[in-house]
């Protein structure tokens, strides 16, 4: 009999990669929201933000097709296509944010972030949550309190995450972020930027009302840092409302952090920023990357962005959203273990409790019901502060009857998983 799939992985890339499921899925095609396993199992996609217009839209197939078969090489040369789409996205952007520089993945777009903090501030300290992931590089690694580095940088502080649910303030938030700043000025660091998710995405997407952020943004500002904005899983319209998560956060960073699904599936991230803190950074870098802002890569994401703006994609998102937040309070009055449903457009979620009185976290059953969810052929999965809070972001052409086949499926696998 021949190796196992999964065997051969382990063997060659190694034993800890992760994979979701207990039963790791097996994908080899997919379209719109639908994915199909080697057995030719169809499974409802209510996880991906990459396939952002949809897995394989034709349309970015054929922008994608088209290039690779005109011409694609490294940024050196003159290209329309890097310009036109730097013009188009930084539109969609408040003043000043209209410069832009081009990455692969969303770790690089952070790494490149801190470094433009450093440059324009002088300063090297940065602050973000003690529930959060930026990315992988040896510098954004240093970022995560969940994953820790072997050796951590006596210049990144930790805030707690917010929580809406066991709710902290706007006022004592800032007032964490107040006493990371003078722990940093007391090391001789000082703050050169405080990055957040402006949805809070990876702490569980806690509902802050507009605004919530601003006091910390402030301290951050008077004590000369910038705000970093990593707009990696909240931007490109998914929240309905807004196009970009700050938006509706109510904040104008200094600099925005994109990626995922900025090419539908092809590795294109960025950075946009104020012309003055490129130029600082141009001044004090001298960056170039092979593989970013290449004809392909162009033609993926600017025909992204046309497919979001020509399919309406998000007010899909705001509808859809909308119902399908109603569908999980509907399912809250029917199951206990549904302590909280929060989330914009189509990034939403139903925290999973014990006791709803105690708001006891149902970690292990959290897990066991996305694995239930799984063998219905719905994929989804759990993040949050505790794991338990299950995670919908599907991609933007979810429709309501993929709301339906989402919402019957979670209602079984409640009535059906034992709670303790
Ligand atoms: N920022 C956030 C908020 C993310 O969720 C991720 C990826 N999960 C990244 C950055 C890193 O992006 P990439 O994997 O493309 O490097």
């Not at 952070?110 to 324009?120: E, G, K, P, T």
């Not at 970093?228 to 200094?254: C, M, N, S, Y």
């Not at 149902?362 to 794991?387: C, D, P, Q």
């Not at 009857?401 to 009535?415: F, K, S, Y």
Request: hydrophobic share 40%.
């Amino acid at each position: 009999m021949s190796e196992p799939l999964l065997d051969r992985r382990d063997r060659l890339l190694g034993p800890r990669l992760t994979t979701f499921y207990d039963e790791p899925v097996h994908l080899v095609r997919g379209a719109g929201t639908k994915l199909w396993d080697a057995e030719g199992r169809e499974y409802l996609d209510c996880y991906n933000n990459v396939p952002h217009v949809g897995h394989c839209h034709p349309k970015v197939v054929e922008a994608i097709c088209r290039q690779a078969g005109t011409l694609n090489t490294h940024t050196r040369y003159l290209h329309e296509g890097i310009v036109a789409f730097a013009e188009d996205l930084t539109a969609t952007f408040a003043e000043p944010l209209n410069a832009m520089t081009f990455t692969c993945t969303g770790s690089e777009a952070n790494d490149i972030a801190l470094r433009m903090a450093r440059a324009v501030t002088g300063k090297r300290g940065i602050i973000a949550t003690d529930h959060t992931y930026h990315g992988n590089t040896d510098a954004v690694s240093q970022l995560s309190c969940t994953n820790p580095p072997p050796d951590r940088w006596d210049s990144v502080e930790f805030v707690p995450a917010p929580d809406s649910y066991r709710p902290i303030t706007a006022a004592s938030w800032a007032a964490h972020v107040e006493a990371a700043i003078r722990r940093l000025e007391e090391r001789g660091h000082g703050v050169a930027a405080l990055i957040i998710c402006p949805f809070f995405a990876n702490e569980g997407f806690p509902d802050l009302p507009e605004g919530w952020v601003l006091p910390a943004v402030e301290a951050v500002r008077r004590a000369g840092g910038l705000v970093i904005a990593d707009e990696v899983q909240p931007g490109f319209g998914r929240l309905g409302t807004h196009f970009w998560g700050h938006e509706k956060a109510g904040v104008v960073p200094e600099i925005v952090t994109l990626g995922k699904p900025m090419g539908n599936g092809h590795p294109v991230a960025g950075v946009v920023t104020e012309r003055r803190v490129m130029e600082a950074f141009r001044d004090t870098f001298r960056y170039f990357n092979t593989f970013a802002g290449n004809p392909v890569s162009m033609a993926a994401a600017q025909a992204t962005l046309d497919v979001i703006r020509e399919e309406e994609l998000q007010e899909n998102a705001r509808a859809v959203g909308e119902y399908a937040r109603d569908g999980l309070r509907d399912l809250a009055g029917r199951h206990a273990c549904i302590g909280d449903v929060r989330g914009a457009g189509l990034f939403l979620g139903a925290e999973l409790v014990l006791d709803r009185s105690e708001k006891t976290p149902a970690t292990e059953f959290t897990k066991k019901v996305a694995n239930a969810l799984r063998h219905k052929g719905v994929l989804m999965n759990f993040l949050g502060i505790h794991y338990n809070v299950l995670k919908i972001r599907p991609p933007m052409v979810f429709s309501r009857d993929d709301a339906d086949r989402m919402l019957d499926a979670v209602d079984e696998a409640l009535g059906e998983v034992p709670l303790a």
